[in-house]
């Protein structure tokens, strides 16, 4: 059920034609209230799609009554005209929902999230009337269709459903690859019913985006597109504390970021990079993602080759506190390198298993964290090679 | 000829038997003299090889008589005994070369090089009878036995001649993978009969990198055992100025650079990235290396997709200065994305010859640079996932 889940929210997915396939590609997300507080975080890098710089502008006021979604097209590097494109989609929902609801919408009440093909215009004499038809199949039930609708790559659609004390919080979420801190490529709707401010909502989702999404990082690159967005509907008329809310908002991030990471695109291995002993978070992260991002690393585990080396070599990338010589990594619980050289026999490490652990020691304080990451794949680059022709 | 094209200098390469294949793994370089100027530049991977180390303290007295390579092993996180590894491997070199030319040889006179996989110790047991039988095989055109002995995953050996007024510059390169800033996967050996002092030497040497291997970008993956050495003989009798100097080391090392990356593992492309109109140069070169190393640029290239959406989500994952709209990026000549959207027809780019050029024009300021890298292929998941089982 997804973003239905919760009380207060309809959605629908349906096929407008922009994805060759004839798959769904139009998704609309309503929020029917009472409250319609929001928050929103955003992709970091500066070439930001038009919806992005739309959404970011509905998200200043901290309420956001509905959120259509297409997959088929980016709306990335469109210019002028893409972002024309994009409020033109919003007026049109909310011109259409005002009709259906009779309750007057506005445009700047509508986030708007395209994923796709960078550097194309959207159809739009396709994807309006793919408003149409998502206004007339809201449906309490329509959580699954909706997430069925935002695929591109992926293999299978991303939702969860976590219970606090008195409410949910239901999400969507598609991305396969690009994925990379600062979010990845991805599009994620959480929805509640808790009640809960804008303030408290963007603090929930910025702490849970931080120890989720932003740390995850299957192939080290950034979008253009990336949306978190979560709405409250205050329907269950339960107020949460902060602290328990982030904790519930957390949990689904996690559900979903590990759905985006075992989906990455033509991955055979789920790969947790856990640093610990580091001087602090910072250089924990440093470390963690400098592995995760380095493509001879992540060769050799498709190879099923514990080659520490490789994982010494990526650490000594980075600026982080460590005596080479006091580094310690096990790979799959095989303490393989010991004080910066070769410790256990790596032939005992079994790389069979679609989970990989890498634990890295620095020795250098009390500081941890994890990165999640996959391999890189024949798969990957054949899937990247052919995307768009 | 490569290193003994200069007058003054011996090479020789033998089998010692490090490699299971059984190929020549053990190089010699000997300066004849009568100078033994040099200079070094070296990996600024923090995790550096016992070789790396060694040869470091060696060159601090800006004196190097013999350079001795070896490919089968690289010799790092070996801890101390790696370590003692090289000291020995150059007390041996050194005392065979006393007994040979009845001069006297100190350990501290020869550099050492090591190259191949990381984390085991190097068999000693076959390199140092393999030093005794490279001692004997030196000879005054030994330059090319030299180059094909420090091959690793090479597909030919890269050598280089470059004349000044009345004095050469030869050199001889390898590498394949792990092309990154601050060198390559490579170790090089440059040699000159001109005479120059070491701060000489070592300027040149600098600014030649700079403006050389540390602009090939293949797989964004920084070694433990990079290394370029510079030896001068002094045998021509000419000291060319110092810029004159510079400018023949810098043709040498383009030569041997272009070569890597024409042999980098897997690749069938060579992609020049000329990054213009940059308010600095350390701008154009962040932005070349974002472009260099992402991953999805690098598939699309691989299967012929002239995909510049990507180029524009790679450029804004950096802190240049840059109007998002209004950038120019051409691929092949056709300027495929005009003021950050799409430009001229992309089904106009040809795509099918090795050599690929992407022109980025920032339109923030005068600065210009090119990082060279290459494609992401099937071929080089395949290589490095194999590498080491």
């Known amino acids: 059920m997804s973003v239905t889940s919760p009380k207060g929210f309809r959605a629908a997915g349906v096929t407008a034609g922009l994805k060759p396939s004839g798959k769904p590609d139009v998704a609309l997300v309503v929020n029917d209230g009472p409250d319609a507080t929001a928050a929103g975080v955003f992709t ?83 994807l309006l009337p793919g408003v149409d038809a998502v206004v007339r199949g809201l449906a309490r039930d329509g959580g699954d269709a909706a997430a069925a609708a935002i695929m591109t790559t992926d293999t299978q659609p991303k939702t969860t459903v976590k219970t606090g004390e008195g409410y949910t919080v239901g999400g969507m979420a598609k991305g396969a690859g690009m994925l990379a801190p ?46 978190v967005l979560l709405l409250a509907s205050g329907a269950s008329g339960i107020e949460p504390s902060p602290l328990e809310l982030t904790a519930v908002v957390t949990e689904a991030c996690h559900d979903l970021a590990q759905q985006l990471l075992a989906d990455a695109e033509g991955a055979t291995k789920d790969i947790a990079i856990e640093v610990t002993g580091a001087a602090s978070e910072a250089d924990a992260l440093e470390v963690g993602r400098s592995i995760a991002r380095n493509n001879l690393v992540k060769c050799a585990f498709f190879g099923n080759d514990p080659n520490w080396g490789r994982i010494l070599a990526a650490i000594g990338t980075t600026a982080a506190t460590f005596d080479p010589d006091a580094i310690d990594v096990a790979i799959n619980g095989v303490w393989v390198c010991r004080n910066g050289a070769a410790g256990d026999d790596r032939g005992k490490v079994d790389l069979t298993s679609r989970k990989v652990t890498v634990r890295v020691d620095l020795h250098a304080g009390d500081a941890a964290t994890t990165i999640w990451t996959s391999d890189l794949t024949t798969g990957y680059v054949h899937e990247n090679s052919a995307y768009s022709t």
């Not at 609801?101 to 708007?112: E, H, I, L």
């Open 182 to 227: 600062a979010l990845a490529t991805m599009l994620c709707v959480l929805t509640t019913d808790a009640v809960a401010s804008s303030a408290v909502l963007d603090a929930a989702l910025r702490e849970a985006c931080r120890l989720t999404f932003d740390r995850i990082d299957s192939d080290g690159c950034m979008s253009t597109n990336d949306t």
């Open 44 to 126: 970091a890098n500066r070439v930001k799609a038009a919806p992005v710089l739309w959404s970011q502008q509905v998200l200043r006021a901290g309420i956001v009554r509905a959120v259509v979604l297409n997959s088929g097209g980016a709306n990335a590097c469109t210019g002028p005209q893409g972002f024309q494109d994009t409020h033109r989609t919003a007026e049109h929902v909310a011109a259409r929902l005002t009709a259906a609801s009779r309750q007057p919408f506005g445009a700047a009440d509508v986030a708007v999230c395209s994923t796709g093909l960078i550097g194309e215009r959207l159809p739009m004499d396709k």
